[in-house]
């Protein structure tokens, strides 16, 4: 009867959960456009939106359960024997069987490769050879944090302290000269491979709360299968990345401890130094990853109360306290007290601003591809919440209860203080973020099921024994799905094919297209920045600080980070008093992936005021400190013909997309043009000009310009284009004043800072 239930459950789970999907769809604004992240504030309808998402299959669920259905009995008791019997018929052919597994096994191999990466997700260029902003993110604190005596005083961590600079100060002390960035991808493979071997740990321990020992043969096939469903999951449902690493290995210590405390009569030695490691990881995984080690923080409280229901709660609490003041004290000599406030008050900032200004919608055009892993997390979740309701009842009181299920509590509390990471940035790859622990939670649902179910457990157990060889080899071939070894092999190659290659040698990689030029560009501007006391870009790539060896002239060294007025205005503090000679303005990446004038108006009207164009390499566009910047410049007059396009209202940002050409009848080369309202010096928004063709003698110059409307106050309502020369430093006013519409753009629609 129960087996019964659960398979109604499960169906209607995800009847209900596709309903629940379309439904959601009613709910979402008419702007939800993917990739549209530092823009909207999408967090709070995101929360509102998995709420419907989790509320309709919860109360389907507990109806499903608690139902009698004769007619579907009667259906279910037919299909049971019909199972059965292929069962048995399956290990009398397990010839046959075992044939068709790998042909099905590997046509599911071939479309997930054709169809899942090629026509779903997209494949980033800017991600190989080098990726210049997550990496510099990184590498890029790296000279700030050696010209500041070592100290956080010129950073502004987000990933966490032993990430962000630790990792890059370690390749930098240990790697051999100009093989410093290979030798921080060393060490970032290192960390991401800890998630992964803590998670064949946690597996192991999960087997082990369920299945004897004396029941060797069910414990192997559980850890395998376990760990084979987990690996085979990668890409498809779940994603580890290196933030994860420490927190996997705590909940491995968490579990272990808890196996012993909970199936065995462990020794008090065992539980002080057990609860002592723990307590010691708490402070430590603060700093490896703040978002991570607060969740494990909250649920270690939420450990702790729980163990107050047990009689060895005074040695658990005695260890941990002890582990976490020695840890926390520890780091105080090390780092100092002060070092360790300025990290808590940076992530505190990351608290306040992270959610609403990097948010992306909860569906959209992209995501709904992605959707059905947050609803087998929700599935997850109530099949759980029912699991325990039922542990409940069968229990003999609330502390028997506990005993039993303190680790499917633990784990669940995890799996839901996860959901935030992909309810504040709702995209494939944050879904695959909390996917991990969802997992984790089904294979301890998994075992305690098998641990119940006799007869199945003979039927495997007999299966295998009879026919090892067999469940081996398919077990192997499970492996196969989604992994793609030719592609795993191509992904890790590249690790020691390059792991000689020089930090010059690997930028050169970046210049493919041409139009990327990073080596050409560091090459030449190196000897004009090296007497600079520091340097800033605005293209929020990290890299260029590590390779002009400069330290960033503000501690928010992400253009993209600097997130609202006080830290803006900082940035604009630090330029005017270090006055940086020259800034990188913009790039390829940075124009179409970071767009942030609309969001940064403080700092780029301060360049605008200060700086003007100065080279373009590529398509680095390098501006020079100038009194007065662009409108200081003289005015020259020249008869200039513009054509302008039928203007392109993008409501989903709150741009005004500007395209037209340029015609000069002499010769005049104009580096840039730029936007200001009409009898006004403001600067809008200005875009490089680097392309020039000859048409009858004349020279025709297309020309392309985005205006934020967000900084466009309603009453402006005509603008001027302008052309700007840095060989000749002069600007040029081109044609004349154009009205835009401001009643096309829905202002309401726009997140302003």
């Known amino acids: 009867m129960v087996a019964k239930r659960i398979t109604t459950l499960l169906l209607g789970l995800v009847f209900f959960s596709l309903m629940a999907k379309n439904f959601v769809w009613y709910t979402n604004p008419s702007f939800r456009l993917y990739g549209v992240s530092y823009l909207y504030d999408y967090s709070r309808l995101n929360y509102l939106q998995f709420f419907i998402l989790f509320i309709i299959p919860a ?39 075992l044939i068709v597994t790998i042909v099905v096994f590997w046509i599911f191999n071939l479309m997930e490769i054709a169809f899942l990466h090629n026509l779903i997700e997209s494949k980033n260029p800017f991600w190989a050879p080098f990726d210049t902003y997550h990496e510099g993110e990184k590498i890029g604190f790296l000279y700030s944090f050696l010209s500041n005596d070592k100290s956080v005083s010129g950073l502004f961590i987000e990933h966490g302290y032993f990430l962000e600079v630790l990792t890059p100060y370690l390749a930098y002390l240990f790697a051999p000269e100009n093989h410093v960035v290979m030798g921080y991808r060393v060490l970032f493979t290192l960390e991401r491979l800890l998630s992964w071997v803590g998670s064949i740990w946690v597996i192991w321990e999960i087997v082990h709360f369920t299945t004897e020992k004396e029941n060797k043969v069910l414990f192997k096939l559980q850890f395998i299968l376990f760990s084979i469903a987990f690996v085979a999951s990668n890409a498809s449902f779940l994603a580890l990345d290196y933030q994860q690493g420490f927190m996997i290995l705590q909940l491995g210590f968490v579990f272990h401890f808890l196996r012993k405390l909970t199936c065995t009569d462990p020794s008090p030695k065992f539980i002080l130094t057990a609860s002592f490691i723990i307590g010691l990881s708490i402070p430590l995984g603060l700093l490896y990853s703040p978002k991570y080690g607060l969740i494990f923080s909250v649920n270690f409280v939420l450990t702790a109360f729980l163990l107050l229901f047990h009689e060895r709660k005074k040695l658990f609490l005695l260890g941990s306290s002890l582990g976490v003041v020695s840890s926390g004290a520890i780091l105080c000599l090390i780092l100092g007290w002060w070092q360790l406030l300025e990290i808590g008050k940076m992530f505190l900032y990351w608290i306040e601003f992270y959610p609403p200004q990097f948010s992306k919608p909860f569906l959209s055009d992209a995501n709904e591809h992605y959707l059905w892993i947050l609803q087998v997390v929700i599935g997850i979740f109530i099949i759980c919440g029912i699991q325990l309701s039922v542990n409940f009842r069968a229990s003999k009181n609330f502390q028997d209860f506990i005993h039993r299920n303190i680790h499917v509590i633990f784990l669940l509390a995890l799996s839901i203080m996860t959901l935030k990471i992909a309810l504040d940035s709702s995209d494939q790859r944050h879904f695959r973020a909390i996917a991990p622990w969802s997992l984790f939670l089904l294979f301890v649902l998994i075992a305690g099921w098998l641990d119940r179910l006799n007869e199945f457990r003979r039927l495997i157990v007999q299966s295998y024994t009879t026919h090892k060889k067999i469940w081996v080899l398919v077990l192997v071939f499970f492996l196969f799905i989604n992994t793609h070894p030719r592609e795993a092999f191509r992904q890790i190659k590249p690790y020691w094919k390059y792991i000689s290659i020089t930090d010059d040698g690997l930028l050169a990689k970046q210049g493919k297209p041409k139009e990327y030029n990073y080596l050409t560009a560091v090459e030449e501007m190196r000897p004009e920045i090296q007497d600079m006391e520091c340097f800033y870009t605005l293209t929020s790539e990290g890299i260029w600080y590590y390779y002009f060896k400069k330290p960033s002239c503000s501690r928010h060294h992400i253009a993209s980070h600097t997130l609202g007025k006080a830290a803006r205005y900082e ?41 003007r164009p100065y080279k373009l390499i590529g398509n680095h566009w390098f501006w ?18 513009r054509s302008i396009e039928t203007p392109i209202f993008d409501n989903y940002r709150g741009f005004v997309d500007l395209n037209g050409v340029l015609t000069l009848k002499n010769i005049y080369g104009l580096d840039g043009v730029y936007i200001t309202p009409a009898n006004q010096e403001t600067l809008l928004a200005v875009s490089v000009s680097s392309s020039v063709s000859v048409k009858s003698g004349l020279l025709e110059i297309p020309w392309s310009i985005e205006v934020p409307m967000v900084n466009v106050s309603a009453e402006t309502k005509s603008f001027q284009l302008w052309g700007y020369s840095s060989a000749l430093h002069e600007r040029v006013k081109i044609g004349e004043e154009f009205a835009i519409d401001h009643s096309k753009i829905d202002m309401e629609s726009n997140y302003v800072r």
């Open 571 to 611: 940035v604009v503090d630090a330029l005017r008093k270090k006055q940086p000679e020259i800034i990188l303005f913009s790039n390829y990446r940075s124009n179409k992936s970071f767009f942030f004038s609309h969001l940064l108006p403080e700092i780029y009207q301060f360049v605008y005021q200060n700086y």
């Open 59 to 97: 109360i389907s669920a507990v109806f499903l359960y608690r139902a009698d259905f004769k007619i579907i009995n009667n259906f279910y008791d037919r299909i049971a024997g019909l199972v059965k019997k292929a069962f048995y018929a399956g290990i009398e052919n397990h010839e046959k069987i």
């Open 624 to 641: 020079k400190r100038s009194p007065g910047g662009i409108s200081g410049t003289r005015v020259a007059t020249l008869d200039i013909k």
